[in-house]
């Protein structure tokens, strides 16, 4: 399937619809992002079941303000609206396709029965 574009007019309605969403933030004259690029679409296209969601800080820059995006590439996941990851920089093929085996496995519930403990 691919990513998709993602805006601020349009995010609610991917994260209603959507269990996981991995999102990428990038702009166009970043050189680590054109590296990134085709490795998160690579993964896209493998992961069908999830959603891939590409966001241009250039012109997203609410959106990118709203997620508190410092550099990029910077790659966001989220399970049932709640963000389990938050990674600057770049990651490899192999990395990214564990994350989102992971982000799968994950039960959001545990997770956020943890920080009520905190």
Do not use: H
Not at 8 to 34: G, H, R, T, Y
């Amino acid at each position: 399937m691919g990513s998709k574009i993602v805006t601020v007019q349009n995010i609610d309605e991917v994260l209603d619809k959507n269990e996981i969403v991995i999102l990428d933030f990038w702009a166009s004259w970043c050189e680590p992002c054109k590296i990134f690029g085709p490795i998160f679409e690579a993964v896209a296209k493998k992961n069908p079941d999830v959603f891939f969601g590409k966001v241009n800080t250039e012109t997203e820059i609410e959106l990118a303000q709203d997620f508190n995006i410092r550099s990029i590439p910077t790659l966001v996941i989220l399970k049932d609206r709640t963000i389990i990851l938050d990674q600057s920089g770049m990651i490899p093929e192999y990395l990214l396709t564990k994350i989102v085996g992971e982000a799968r496995a994950l039960d959001v519930s545990k997770l956020e029965a943890e920080d009520s403990e905190e």
